[in-house]
């Protein structure tokens, strides 16, 4: 068995088994010997959405945390309950105090992970603090952080952090994917892309050594993206001879529609409820 892929969480709903969606992401990884859980969403629907797909989280061996925003974040408590102790993977600020502007007309507010860490770890969250990619398992790595490399790709800009009394942009330094190195090609799963999509699909080749890109999936965050941004990022995507381009979450509905009709052969809507296997 290669790697199945199950998405658990996401704003849309792809099946109509009792499967709700919310605003965040969550994605089993499914190695046959292995199963990891990408991130738990907002709500804790993660739980209730497992179930109706007949996903057993008892049998998730690892957790990794794609970054430290609520909507990725929010289902821990209801996970950790199921699942009980397990190794949590995750960038050493994943819990900086991470706050946006502008969201729905408000003004600054916390987005960042809802919990604490003593909280989580009471939950049984055994933290692994890892800034730099590794190979989690054979053929698949940790992307540590993404260098920034593009001249047009841009973190929101609605994105801060607090440093004292002040807000300034936030970097998010802890936005990490995973690599998957397939028989044809590597499998890149995002959480947001905040670093970029094209700066992660560069740095997954240098970090892999494999030069071919099989198939992108997750969330792209080219929906708030400017639209030079997204026009360079779809121009790149086309020279990579993708085989499967699922897009979810950030994307936002427009730009998975525009990206549809882009890559008319090679999409895949990758609302909850879906399964890509490659």
């Not at 260098?147 to 936030?170: A, H, M, N, S």
């Not at 909850?272 to 490659?278: N, P, S, V």
Request: glycine share 12%.
């Amino acid at each position: 068995m290669g790697l199945k892929v199950t998405v658990l969480v996401d704003n849309t709903v792809g099946v109509t088994s009792g499967v709700l969606g919310e605003w965040g992401l969550a994605m089993l990884l499914d190695f046959g010997d292995e199963q990891i859980l990408f991130d738990t969403g907002e709500q804790g629907n993660i739980v209730k959405n497992a179930k109706a797909l007949g996903v057993d989280l008892s049998g998730v061996n690892r957790l990794v945390l794609s970054h430290g925003h609520y909507d990725h974040t929010g289902g821990l408590i209801q996970f950790l309950k199921t699942r009980g102790s397990l190794p949590v993977y995750a960038h050493p600020e994943l819990l900086t105090e991470h706050f946006g502007r502008g969201f729905g007309g408000q003004g600054e507010h916390y987005i960042g992970v809802p919990y604490r860490q003593v909280q989580l770890e009471s939950a049984g969250a055994n933290f692994v603090w890892q800034r730099d990619p590794f190979e989690i398992r054979p053929d698949l790595w940790w992307s540590g952080e993404i260098p920034r490399l593009t001249d047009y790709e841009r973190v929101d800009e609605r994105l801060l952090q607090k440093q004292g009394l002040e807000f300034v942009q936030d970097p998010i330094l802890d936005d990490i994917s995973l690599f998957y190195r397939s028989a044809m090609g590597l499998v890149i799963v995002l959480g947001c892309a905040h670093s970029g999509l094209v700066n992660i699909v560069e740095h997954a080749k240098k970090v892999t050594g494999t030069d071919k890109i099989r198939a992108i999936i997750g969330g792209t965050h080219l929906g708030p993206a400017s639209p030079a941004q997204q026009d360079k990022t779809i121009t790149y995507l086309k020279d990579l001879e993708l085989e499967c381009l699922a897009p979810n979450h950030c994307t936002g509905l427009p730009m998975a529609g525009r990206l549809a009709a882009e890559f008319p052969a090679q999409f895949k809507w990758a609302s909850a409820g879906t399964t890509l296997e490659f």
